[in-house]
């Protein structure tokens, strides 16, 4: 039987989603990779326990996550019957849909029909009653936004979430969803966006929204897939997921471009001491307007490696101008 470390929550930092009561720890776990059928269910599990033992209370899913789709949340529903169920309240659990899941067209994007089909497989495979967080995972620019969050305020009336969640969508996008989730009494608790030194986009406009409005905001990917660990500057290593799982991080991310501008992150990481993670880590918590940083582990060992962030001195002025200039391609401003 699983006992989870007396210490839990001893180091972990939680910062406020939003305007709302929930908290969420500073570094939260997605399920996407290394939860599918090719992982065995003793390393899921490892994981599961080390991110909890260590205060991450946040586990991210969705439908699609696997291989094959529907696999990560099915495989959940495991360790809800193996370790979870007696610390259900604990923890924080979203799932999403908006993504292609089943054939057909009531499979994928924003419909009323798709998300509530959706919530109540994702429930079954992940043998839950409810999750905490239910999110349109990408915008469909074909589905008026009165439905889809009509669907979404729907499954927080059912009780099959607790709080309403958006990813992916553009600050105008965003805007409305949050104004239309508004106008029906159930607000938008957070908004799930990519964001790394290699991914700015949330800069141009979206987090000053997102605080204005006070709607908290989970950032995925702040690692870059595992770019910003540097483990690609001498090669594909065959223990890497570009090596093991080619689906999305592909060779050709590996430009001149992008390594030049990690070699000179990493120079700025060693200046301070660092692993060039947690410098990346560190960076993408820099504003708290972002709540948690998102990031996926497929050893036990990485999670405890990347809370040493709790640990490590904040960036200062200059630190952050060196981050800007390696990342501009200059040298030191
Ligand atoms: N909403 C959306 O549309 C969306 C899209 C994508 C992801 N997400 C969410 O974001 C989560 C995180 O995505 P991600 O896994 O791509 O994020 P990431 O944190 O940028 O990359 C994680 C990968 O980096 C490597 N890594 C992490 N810590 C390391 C360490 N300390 N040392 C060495 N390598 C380390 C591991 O890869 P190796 O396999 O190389 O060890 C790990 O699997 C997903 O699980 C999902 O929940 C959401």
């Known amino acids: 039987m699983y006992i989870p470390s007396e210490n839990r929550y001893q180091a972990m930092r939680y910062r406020r989603c939003g305007n709302s009561g929930v908290m969420l720890p500073l570094l939260s776990l997605g399920l996407w990779h290394n939860f599918g059928d090719i992982t065995p269910f003793s390393v899921q599990q490892a994981l599961l326990r080390t991110a909890f033992d260590s205060g991450i209370t946040h586990f991210d899913l969705a439908n699609n996550y696997g291989p094959p789709y529907g696999e990560a949340e099915r495989n959940f529903g495991r360790h ?14 979203s799932t999403k849909a908006g993504y292609d899941m089943w054939p057909g067209p009531y499979g994928n994007w924003g419909s009323r029909k798709y998300l509530i089909a959706s919530i109540d497989q994702s429930l079954k495979r992940m043998k839950v009653d409810y999750v905490d967080v239910f999110y349109h995972h990408r915008p469909d620019p074909n589905t008026p936004i009165e439905e889809t969050m009509g669907a979404l305020d729907q499954i927080v009336r059912s009780g099959k979430a607790l709080y309403a969640g958006i990813s992916n969508y553009r600050p105008e996008q965003a805007k409305a969803a949050i104004a239309e989730l508004k106008r029906l009494g159930t607000p938008c608790l957070i908004h799930q966006p990519r964001y790394s030194m290699l991914d700015r986009w949330i800069e141009n406009g979206l987090t000053d929204m997102l605080k204005k409005e006070g709607v908290g905001c989970i950032v995925f990917q702040p690692l870059a897939g595992g770019l910003l660990t540097g483990k690609y500057l001498e090669g594909i290593p065959a223990d890497s997921r570009m090596a093991r799982d080619g689906r999305y991080l592909k060779p050709d991310s590996l430009t001149e471009e992008n390594l030049g501008k990690i070699r000179a992150l990493k120079a700025v990481a060693d200046a301070r001491g660092q692993k060039l993670h947690h410098l990346a880590l560190q960076w993408a918590l820099r ?3 972002v709540t948690s940083a998102l990031i996926g582990a497929s050893r036990p060992e990485q999670i ?14 200059r630190e952050l101008n060196q981050i800007e200039s390696a990342l501009a391609g200059s040298s030191e401003a």
């Open 287 to 289: 504003d708290e307007a």
């Open 80 to 93: 809800m019957d193996a370790d979870w169920r007696p610390h259900r309240d604990e923890l924080f659990i």
């Open 304 to 317: 405890i490696d990347n809370l040493e962030i709790l640990n490590a001195p904040p960036l200062t002025d």
